[in-house]
């Protein structure tokens, strides 16, 4: 099993940046699709991106396209979550997991566990 740790949030103005970063421990981190999800309070957790294994093929949800890149190093067993042009709508905390899916799945009961999260807010 790969255990997970989030890290890289904070508080940014809208329009900041932030990377996050999701650690994964184990030998198999390559072996799985990884993606992000967000949630914010109140609301039911939601898709944000996924990575193929490779890295070779991501997919995003609609609000965070052009604004939001996943990437991954598989060396370094870590995938990424370049967040530009924050807005206030993008406060959740936000959470990676691994799927063993060949598809980049975008619902969350495709992946297997969950890390901790890590909070991001954004003030207008």
């Known amino acids: 099993q790969v255990r997970l740790v989030e890290s890289g949030g904070g508080l940014v103005q809208a329009g900041g940046s932030l990377r996050l970063s999701c650690a994964a421990s184990?030998?198999?981190?390559?072996?799985?699709?990884m993606g992000w999800f967000r949630q914010a309070p109140g609301k039911e957790r939601e898709f944000v991106a996924a990575?193929?294994?490779?890295?070779?093929?991501?997919r995003y949800a609609d609000p965070v396209k052009g604004r939001f890149t996943i990437s991954r190093d598989n060396v370094k067993n870590t995938v990424y979550l370049q967040m530009n042009n924050l807005q206030p709508e993008d406060t959740a905390d936000y959470y990676c997991?691994?799927?063993?899916?060949?598809?980049?799945?975008?619902?969350?009961?495709?992946?297997?566990?969950w890390g901790q999260g890590t909070q991001v807010t954004v003030s207008s």
């Open positions: 990575i193929s294994r490779s890295g070779g093929s991501t």
């Open positions: 997991a691994p799927s063993s899916r060949f598809s980049l799945p975008s619902n969350q009961n495709e992946y297997l566990y």
């Open positions: 184990g030998r198999t981190f390559s072996s799985y699709v």
